[in-house]
């Protein structure tokens, strides 16, 4: 029976992550040379910082580590 809903709860998360997928506008690509987005992400310091905070102040470097620091 544990094995049963597992199963059901690993196919009603799968469908929902096929439904949002499907459901969300694809993100606007950006030609080269067009300007970003303002936008803010949280940064390893703790503070969260906006584009517009260097906008024309110095150049802006998004490093991404996908499963830094995981137990993955």
Partial sequence: ?????A???RWFLHAGV???AFLTPP????EVG???PDFSLPASDGKTYTLSQFRG???VVIA???KAFTGG
């Fill in 1 to 5: 029976m544990k094995n049963f809903f």
């Fill in 27 to 30: 993100a606007m690509a950006l």
């Fill in 57 to 59: 102040k110095q150049p």
């Fill in 64 to 66: 991404f580590f996908p």
């Fill in 18 to 20: 096929l439904l949002v």
């Fill in 7 to 9: 199963s059901g709860v």
């Fill in 34 to 36: 067009e300007q970003a």
